[in-house]
């Protein structure tokens, strides 16, 4: 018989030294949702601007605020779980429902189709994130529950590790493969795929939905029992109501003593534990709105900065990737080497040491992302100004042509072929410009030009006719090269240019005077008109404007290439430090920040202290939108100093207060000393006692 009980207990012992094979079906569902949601949220702000005509302003708040409300749904996720269906059910529902928001913004995606696209795609944006709202906040706490406790404790540890890291990898793969579904592979006439971008993550998403709903025979599922969010919430409410209506009976006391009439005592010392932590982190908010920018403004910033890393082209929305890698290399290195070093020389022990490291490097991101953007910004076109009009003039004929007018001290001679700039005619509302023209080959002698105020104002200088357009002298959104082709009359056939890497012909032209701008690759090209080649080797270069005037000289036809607006020229490479530094400071702060918080909260707060804290990152994002309305007209490298100096000052907020913050442990030990030294006193005055009463019966005996 005892040998029976021992086999048996050596069996289970057995068992729980091995994770729960069903924990793997879990663990690859979240790594699939995770790949997804990364997957999508790459490029969205590209393609909010690029595609649906948003301005840069608009498509980052619109970027915040779909992923603050990422961060506010799982709140109520929680409690949806909790209270009514349970994480399970709770979890797939939530999954269709993502389904059904990625897939109404992949379709709308697709410009055949003609799909209010702003409409369905903040729809599509507002589902995804009440999808993520479920899954996110019960995925964790449900694989949790399929640990047998206190048994598997430490398996459950490893869990929560294997389940970061494995989340960490599907951001990375997911930060890898979008950038490049969307730049490299061209669909539905465009020379992007974003239905492609956006519908990979749906089979992604689809295939969690297998996955996870293959183990619904093997989960341990357990009964909704409440949510302790919810009783936190009620409990801090009534307290501050009596607070406010002054019907608290001890002045003296705490606040939330007035709630003992509903709440126990150890509840409430649970909540007054939980709000000394949460103050610790009123700061929070500030660095999850420097932290979610990674997505946004740097987004924004490298799609004007030259991606060429010899014969490979970096995609603005690429470089992200550098975050997990940084974060997941910078966890291991930390905790083997560099937390054990600084430790020898007493460095770094202390959880809230790191957070203030982390928040100063955090605000050094943002001062190298300034740095970064005011070198960049010697390479925008310079655009129309108030007070100003833009004067171009481009010579189509085989001759120079010499222009002058003396009000406006203008006068220069425009070879052929080639063109005059101002950009500085000063000009109020509308200003006629009275032009003497004097050249060989053209018929025009004077012509009177109308200069708008604000606006760039093109000629187009042919043999017997000058014609007029509105410029755009702005780069492309996408970074793709654009061109617009000026035509001489004289020119009756038709013109082709190839792409000399495809051989294929890019654009194909009528004779028409003045074309429409394209976006083109990237690429060397060559011009045929009428089939005979007249142009080769056109370098043409991501963010560049370029003119090409087709004309025909006395024997045969002619080109040239005109540049308009600089190409990108400044290395995408510089936002490398700035990636870098954010990721040190998101290890330091975001990593170190939730596990104190998780550590130092009461044992049956954690959920609570778990839901604010996701809170935090949707204020972040508040933040975000809040300053850029307030900062419309503001440059964006004074944005960025601003931001760090937010950051700064907020680590001095939390210097200040957490200079007395006293840890859980210690406070357990200080709570354990008063009862040992209670016990000890009780122990003496019963010793006392019992030796007085003695005496006492020992004298009467004797009296006997």
Not at 253 to 271: A, P
Not at 378 to 386: N, R, V
Request: aromatic share 12%; proline share 3%.
């Amino acid at each position: 018989m005892c040998e029976i009980m021992e086999n048996n207990e050596n069996q289970r012992n057995k068992r729980n030294d091995h994770f729960p094979k069903i924990i793997l079906l879990i663990l690859a569902a979240e790594f699939c949702e995770r790949m997804s949601y990364s997957g999508m949220r790459v490029f969205l702000t590209l393609y909010l601007r690029n595609k649906l005509d948003y301005t840069d302003d608009e498509a980052k708040e619109i970027y915040h605020m779909f992923n603050g409300m990422v961060s506010l749904c799982p709140v109520f996720g929680g409690i949806v779980a909790d209270n009514y269906l349970g994480k399970y059910r709770t979890i797939l529902y939530m999954m269709f429902i993502y389904v059904l928001g990625n897939s109404l913004v992949a379709v709308t995606a697709i410009p055949q189709l003609m799909f209010p696209g702003r409409l369905c795609t903040l729809l599509g944006l507002f589902l995804i994130a009440i999808g993520t709202g479920g899954i996110r906040p019960c995925v964790t706490a449900f694989g949790g529950e399929q640990f047998a406790l206190p048994e598997q404790e430490r398996l459950l540890t490893l869990y929560f590790s294997i389940l970061y890291f494995n989340l960490c990898v599907g951001s990375l793969i997911a930060k890898t493969l979008a950038p490049i579904f969307r730049g490299d592979v061209h669909c539905f006439g465009d020379k992007d795929c974003y239905p492609l971008a956006f519908g990979a993550p749906v089979i992604v998403i689809i295939i969690s939905i297998v996955v996870f709903v293959c183990g619904r025979r093997h989960y341990k599922i357990k009964d909704p029992k409440g949510n302790i969010v919810v009783d936190f919430t009620k409990c801090v409410y009534l307290g501050l109501k009596l607070k406010i209506t002054k019907r608290s009976q001890n002045k003296h006391s705490h606040w939330l003593e007035s709630t003992r009439h509903k709440y126990d005592n150890k509840f409430i010392c649970d909540v007054k534990r939980t709000l000394s932590i949460l103050k610790l982190f009123i700061v929070t908010p500030i660095f999850w709105s420097l932290l979610e920018q990674m997505g946004s403004s740097w987004a924004l910033q490298a799609s004007r900065m030259d991606g060429r890393l010899g014969s490979y082209m970096i995609k603005p929305d690429q470089l992200i990737v550098l975050s997990p890698i940084s974060v997941m290399s910078f966890i291991a290195l930390s905790q083997k080497y560099l937390y054990p070093c600084l430790a020898k020389w007493n460095l770094l022990t202390n959880p809230l040491n790191k957070l203030k490291v982390g928040g100063i490097m955090a605000a050094l991101a943002f001062v190298a992302s300034a740095s970064v953007e005011t070198y960049l910004k010697t390479t925008y076109p310079e655009l129309p100004q108030k007070g100003f009009s833009q004067l171009r003039i481009f010579n189509g004929n085989h001759c120079n042509v010499t222009i002058y007018n003396e009000a406006k001290n203008i006068s220069y001679t425009i070879p052929t072929l080639s063109q005059f700039t101002n950009t500085k005619i000063n000009v109020f509302n509308k200003e006629s410009v009275h032009l003497n023209f004097l050249s060989n080959c053209s018929q025009i002698k004077y012509k009177e030009l109308i200069l708008e105020e604000n606006k760039a104002n093109s000629f187009f200088l042919t043999k017997n006719n000058i014609y007029i357009y509105d410029d755009n002298i702005e780069k492309s959104k996408s970074g793709f090269p654009i061109i617009r082709f000026l035509i001489t009359d004289d020119v009756k056939k038709p013109i082709e240019m190839y792409n000399m890497k495809t051989n294929n012909i890019e654009v194909n032209i009528s004779t028409k005077n003045i074309n429409d701008r394209w976006e083109v690759f990237r690429s060397k090209y060559y011009i045929k008109v009428g089939g005979r080649e007249i142009l080769h080797n056109i370098q043409l270069e991501s963010g560049g404007v370029y003119n090409i005037i087709v004309a025909k000289d006395t024997t045969d036809y002619i080109a040239n290439v005109i540049l308009v607006t600089e190409p990108n020229s400044i290395t995408i490479l510089l936002l490398i430090p700035q990636f870098i530094f954010l990721s040190i400071a998101e290890v330091m702060y975001a990593v170190t920040g939730s596990e104190l918080a998780f550590r130092e909260a009461p044992e049956n707060m954690k959920a609570v202290v778990g839901s604010i804290w996701i809170l935090m990152q949707a204020f972040g994002n508040i933040l975000i939108i809040i300053f850029t309305r307030l900062l419309v007209n503001v440059q964006m490298q004074t944005q960025f100093i601003m931001y760090a100096t937010l950051m700064f000052l907020s680590m001095l907020i939390f210097h200040y207060q957490s200079r007395n913050y006293k840890f859980a442990e210690k406070i357990e030990d200080e709570e354990l000393q008063e009862m040992k030294g209670h016990s000890k006193y009780n122990t003496y005055e019963v010793e006392y006692k019992f030796n007085d009463t003695n005496s006492e019966e020992l004298n009467d005996l004797t009296k006997q």
